[in-house]
C-alpha cells in the first residue's frame, strides 16, 4: 500500500505557498530584465518590458541606438554610465546605475526610468556585453524635482530665492556682454513693513509680501526675473531694458503697489514700495557691483520720500569720499592697535563759584607725524563706518586708568548711540569697574539725547546699571532732539547739558535766551543739575548763573587740552588697547 501522507504534511502544503517564477516576482516588482551586446548593439528584454514602456513598439526597444532615440535629457546617458564607472575584471563583471526619462514623442508624458546593471569588458578592457533591470520610478523622481524647486524658491512667495537671483543676475549680465545688449537691476523695497507688524503680526505681514510679489509679477514682461533678496525686498532682472525703459518700468511697478490697498484678514493695509535701479552692464559689470549699486540707490530713495524711484549714477564726491572712508578705517585701526588714540580734558566748573566740577574727556588721534585728529573728526567717520564701539572701548580703558591713578579727580567720557547697546562694552566698564573699586563714583557717563527718544526702555536699563556702580549719567546736547522732560525723569538721569547752539547766543537772541532759561528751570523742578556748553563770554556766564545753572563749560572757561591738569600717572597704569 503506498504511503498516505501525515494530516499535518497535508496541511503544510496547503500552508507553504508555491515558489513563484522570476518573471513573476519581476512583474509584480514592476521591473524588466534585459541583456545588451554591445558589439551588435542588439538588446534583448524580458518578457515585462511591454509593461515598463507601454506603446513603444518592440523594434524602438531592439537596440541600442533606436532606445537611446527615446531617452532625455541625453540619448548618450545609458553608454556614460558604462564608460564613466571603472572596469573590475572578472566573472562579476562592473556595477552601474543610471537614471533617465522615455518618451515616444514630445507630446508624451515622461516616464523615468532607473536602470541598474553590469558590463562585463571585452579583450580590449572596453564594455563587451550589458545585462540589468529597468523600473518606473516617477515617485523619486517627482520628489526630486520638487526639492529642487523648494531650494530654487522662496517659500512664501514661490518666486527665486537671493542665491538662485544673483545667479540668474550674473547669467543676465553676462549675456548682455556676449551680446551687446542691456538690462536693468531693480530693488524693490515695502516701505515701513516692521509698522505692519508692529500693528498687525507677521502673518499680516507676510500677507502683505506675497500680495506685492503678485503685483509685481503681474507686470513683468516674458523672460524677466522675479525673486525674494531679503525679507522686504524683491530682486527684478529686466531684460534687454534701456535707462528710458527702467524708467517707465519703475513707475509702474510704484503705481501697482500704492494704487490699491491690500486686502488682509485684518482689514485693509495700505502699503508702498521704493526702488534702486542700476544699469547693467553700463554701471555694473558684475552681480556683487549690480547689488551693492541697487542697495545704495534704494537707500537714498527711502531717505528722499517713502515711495520713490532713484538710478545709480557715477558720483566723483561720492567716489572719492568712499576713498577717504577706506583710509580713514585703516587710520583708526592702525592708531587703536598702537595706542595713539589719547585723551583732552575740557574743564567744566561750578557757575556761581568758577570752581572746578569735573573734566569732559573728548578723544584725539595722533597721527603719528605731529598732526591730531580731533573728536568732530573721529567720530563721524568712526560711526559712519562701525568702528565707534572700538573708539568708545579703548576711551573706556584711558578713563578709568586716569580715574585710578588720579583719585581726586573726576571725569566724564561721551559715548555714541550704539555702544550705549553694546553688550560687550557693559561687561567691559563692569570688569574695569570690579577691579578699580572707588573709580564709578567719580564717573559720568554722557549719552546723546537722540538714544534716549529712540530706545527709552533699553537706555533705561542702561542707566540703572550704571547708577548701581555709583556713576552719574548727564544726557549730551539737551534740547537738540525731542526727548521730554517726562522721559528724563523716567530716565533718572543726573545731568542734562544744554546744547551749546542755543547756549552761544544767549546774549543777543531773546529766543534763545527763553529756551536756555525754561530749561534750567524746568531741571532744576526736577532735581537734574545742568551744565551749559559753549559759554563764550562773561556776560553770558552770568546769565547762565543767575537763572540757576549749575555748571558751564566753553571758550570762557578753557577749551580741551591735551595736558593733565593733575599729575600724570605712571605709563604701566595705562592699558594696552583691547
Given at each position: 500500500?503506498?504511503?498516505?501522507?501525515?494530516?499535518?504534511?497535508?496541511?503544510?502544503?496547503?500552508?507553504?505557498?508555491?515558489?513563484?517564477?522570476?518573471?513573476?516576482?519581476?512583474?509584480?516588482?514592476?521591473?524588466?530584465?534585459?541583456?545588451?551586446?554591445?558589439?551588435?548593439?542588439?538588446?534583448?528584454?524580458?518578457?515585462?518590458?511591454?509593461?515598463?514602456?507601454?506603446?513603444?513598439?518592440?523594434?524602438?526597444?531592439?537596440?541600442?541606438?533606436?532606445?537611446?532615440?527615446?531617452?532625455?535629457?541625453?540619448?548618450?546617458?545609458?553608454?556614460?554610465?558604462?564608460?564613466?564607472?571603472?572596469?573590475?575584471?572578472?566573472?562579476?563583471?562592473?556595477?552601474?546605475?543610471?537614471?533617465?526619462?522615455?518618451?515616444?514623442?514630445?507630446?508624451?508624458?515622461?516616464?523615468?526610468?532607473?536602470?541598474?546593471?553590469?558590463?562585463?569588458?571585452?579583450?580590449?578592457?572596453?564594455?563587451?556585453?550589458?545585462?540589468?533591470?529597468?523600473?518606473?520610478?516617477?515617485?523619486?523622481?517627482?520628489?526630486?524635482?520638487?526639492?529642487?524647486?523648494?531650494?530654487?524658491?522662496?517659500?512664501?512667495?514661490?518666486?527665486?530665492?537671493?542665491?538662485?537671483?544673483?545667479?540668474?543676475?550674473?547669467?543676465?549680465?553676462?549675456?548682455?556682454?556676449?551680446?551687446?545688449?542691456?538690462?536693468?537691476?531693480?530693488?524693490?523695497?515695502?516701505?515701513?513693513?516692521?509698522?505692519?507688524?508692529?500693528?498687525?503680526?507677521?502673518?499680516?505681514?507676510?500677507?502683505?509680501?506675497?500680495?506685492?510679489?503678485?503685483?509685481?509679477?503681474?507686470?513683468?514682461?516674458?523672460?524677466?526675473?522675479?525673486?525674494?533678496?531679503?525679507?522686504?525686498?524683491?530682486?527684478?532682472?529686466?531684460?534687454?531694458?534701456?535707462?528710458?525703459?527702467?524708467?517707465?518700468?519703475?513707475?509702474?511697478?510704484?503705481?501697482?503697489?500704492?494704487?490699491?490697498?491690500?486686502?488682509?484678514?485684518?482689514?485693509?493695509?495700505?502699503?508702498?514700495?521704493?526702488?534702486?535701479?542700476?544699469?547693467?552692464?553700463?554701471?555694473?559689470?558684475?552681480?556683487?557691483?549690480?547689488?551693492?549699486?541697487?542697495?545704495?540707490?534704494?537707500?537714498?530713495?527711502?531717505?528722499?520720500?517713502?515711495?520713490?524711484?532713484?538710478?545709480?549714477?557715477?558720483?566723483?564726491?561720492?567716489?572719492?569720499?568712499?576713498?577717504?572712508?577706506i583710509r580713514v578705517t585703516d587710520e583708526i585701526v592702525t592708531a587703536l592697535n598702537e595706542r595713539r588714540i589719547k585723551l583732552a580734558y575740557e574743564p567744566v566748573v561750578s557757575?556761581?563759584?568758577?570752581?572746578?566740577?569735573?573734566?569732559?574727556?573728548?578723544?584725539?588721534?595722533?597721527?603719528?607725524?605731529?598732526?591730531?585728529?580731533?573728536?568732530?573728526?573721529?567720530?563721524?567717520?568712526?560711526?559712519?563706518?562701525?568702528?565707534?564701539?572700538?573708539?568708545?572701548?579703548?576711551?573706556?580703558?584711558?578713563?578709568?586708568?586716569?580715574?585710578?591713578?588720579?583719585?581726586?579727580?573726576?571725569?566724564?567720557?561721551?559715548?555714541?548711540?550704539?555702544?550705549?547697546?553694546?553688550?560687550?562694552?557693559?561687561?567691559?566698564?563692569?570688569?574695569?569697574?570690579?577691579?578699580?573699586?572707588?573709580?564709578?563714583?567719580?564717573?559720568?557717563?554722557?549719552?546723546?539725547?537722540?538714544?534716549?527718544?529712540?530706545?527709552?526702555?533699553?537706555?533705561?536699563?542702561?542707566?540703572?546699571?550704571?547708577?548701581?556702580?555709583?556713576?552719574?549719567?548727564?544726557?549730551?546736547?539737551?534740547?537738540?532732539?525731542?526727548?521730554?522732560?517726562?522721559?528724563?525723569?523716567?530716565?533718572g538721569v543726573d545731568i542734562v547739558k544744554i546744547d551749546g547752539a542755543f547756549v552761544q547766543n544767549i546774549t543777543h537772541s531773546a529766543d534763545d535766551r527763553a529756551f536756555v532759561?525754561?530749561?534750567?528751570?524746568?531741571?532744576?523742578?526736577?532735581?537734574?543739575?545742568?551744565?551749559?556748553?559753549?559759554?563764550?563770554?562773561?556776560?553770558?556766564?552770568?546769565?547762565?548763573?543767575?537763572?540757576?545753572?549749575?555748571?558751564?563749560?566753553?571758550?570762557?572757561?578753557?577749551?580741551?587740552?591735551?595736558?593733565?591738569?593733575?599729575?600724570?600717572?605712571?605709563?604701566?597704569?595705562?592699558?594696552?588697547?583691547?
Amino acid at each position: 500500500m503506498p504511503a498516505q501522507d501525515s494530516p499535518l504534511s497535508r496541511n503544510e502544503a496547503l500552508l507553504t505557498p508555491a515558489l513563484p517564477q522570476a518573471s513573476e516576482i519581476l512583474a509584480a516588482l514592476g521591473q524588466a530584465v534585459f541583456v545588451w551586446d554591445l558589439a551588435s548593439d542588439a538588446i534583448v528584454w524580458g518578457e515585462q518590458a511591454g509593461a515598463i514602456f507601454p506603446g513603444i513598439p518592440a523594434e524602438r526597444l531592439a537596440t541600442g541606438a533606436e532606445f537611446a532615440k527615446l531617452i532625455e535629457p541625453a540619448q548618450t546617458l545609458r553608454s556614460a554610465a558604462l564608460a564613466q564607472t571603472s572596469a573590475v575584471y572578472g566573472t562579476d563583471g562592473t556595477p552601474y546605475r543610471v537614471e533617465y526619462g522615455v518618451r515616444m514623442s514630445a507630446s508624451d508624458p515622461v516616464v523615468w526610468i532607473e536602470e541598474t546593471g553590469r558590463w562585463f569588458a571585452g579583450a580590449d578592457g572596453r564594455p563587451m556585453r550589458a545585462i540589468g533591470s529597468v523600473r518606473i520610478n516617477n515617485e523619486r523622481r517627482a520628489r526630486d524635482e520638487e526639492l529642487t524647486k523648494l531650494a530654487r524658491l522662496d517659500p512664501l512667495t514661490g518666486e527665486l530665492n537671493r542665491s538662485h537671483l544673483i545667479a540668474a543676475l550674473a547669467e543676465a549680465i553676462e549675456e548682455t556682454s556676449r551680446f551687446r545688449s542691456t538690462a536693468a537691476f531693480l530693488l524693490v523695497g515695502i516701505d515701513h513693513l516692521a509698522r505692519v507688524n508692529d500693528a498687525f503680526g507677521f502673518d499680516v505681514a507676510d500677507a502683505v509680501i506675497l500680495d506685492v510679489a503678485k503685483r509685481i509679477r503681474a507686470r513683468l514682461r516674458g523672460g524677466d526675473v522675479l525673486g525674494r533678496f531679503s525679507g522686504n525686498k524683491f530682486g527684478l532682472i529686466l531684460k534687454n531694458c534701456t535707462v528710458d525703459d527702467m524708467n517707465v518700468a519703475a513707475e509702474r511697478f510704484l503705481a501697482g503697489v500704492r494704487d490699491e490697498v491690500v486686502p488682509t484678514k485684518s482689514g485693509p493695509v495700505s502699503v508702498t514700495v521704493s526702488i534702486g535701479a542700476v544699469s547693467l552692464p553700463r554701471y555694473a559689470r558684475n552681480a556683487d557691483e549690480a547689488v551693492n549699486r541697487a542697495h545704495e540707490t534704494l537707500d537714498a530713495a527711502k531717505r528722499r520720500r517713502a515711495g520713490s524711484f532713484a538710478a545709480w549714477r557715477p558720483n566723483a564726491e561720492r567716489d572719492a569720499q568712499r576713498r577717504v572712508n577706506i583710509r580713514v578705517t585703516d587710520e583708526i585701526v592702525t592708531a587703536l592697535n598702537e595706542r595713539r588714540i589719547k585723551l583732552a580734558y575740557e574743564p567744566v566748573v561750578s557757575a556761581a563759584t568758577r570752581e572746578g566740577a569735573f573734566h569732559e574727556c573728548l578723544v584725539r588721534m595722533d597721527q603719528g607725524d605731529g598732526q591730531v585728529l580731533l573728536a568732530p573728526d573721529i567720530v563721524p567717520v568712526a560711526e559712519r563706518l562701525g568702528l565707534i564701539r572700538l573708539v568708545d572701548h579703548r576711551v573706556l580703558e584711558l578713563v578709568v586708568a586716569e580715574l585710578a591713578a588720579a583719585p581726586d579727580i573726576r571725569l566724564s567720557l561721551n559715548i555714541s548711540p550704539d555702544t550705549t547697546m553694546d553688550p560687550d562694552w557693559w561687561a567691559g566698564i563692569e570688569s574695569l569697574m570690579r577691579a578699580h573699586p572707588g573709580v564709578a563714583e567719580r564717573l559720568i557717563v554722557e549719552i546723546t539725547e537722540t538714544v534716549a527718544i529712540q530706545d527709552i526702555d533699553d537706555v533705561r536699563a542702561f542707566v540703572s546699571r550704571l547708577k548701581n556702580f555709583g556713576s552719574r549719567i548727564a544726557i549730551d546736547d539737551f534740547g537738540a532732539g525731542y526727548t521730554s522732560f517726562r522721559n528724563l525723569r523716567k530716565l533718572g538721569v543726573d545731568i542734562v547739558k544744554i546744547d551749546g547752539a542755543f547756549v552761544q547766543n544767549i546774549t543777543h537772541s531773546a529766543d534763545d535766551r527763553a529756551f536756555v532759561q525754561t530749561l534750567i528751570d524746568l531741571a532744576r523742578r526736577l532735581d537734574i543739575k545742568t551744565v551749559a556748553e559753549w559759554v563764550q563770554d562773561e556776560e553770558a556766564a552770568n546769565m547762565l548763573r543767575d537763572w540757576g545753572c549749575d555748571y558751564i563749560q566753553g571758550r570762557l572757561i578753557g577749551l580741551a587740552s591735551s595736558d593733565r591738569p593733575w599729575s600724570a600717572p605712571p605709563d604701566s597704569v595705562l592699558p594696552a588697547a583691547g
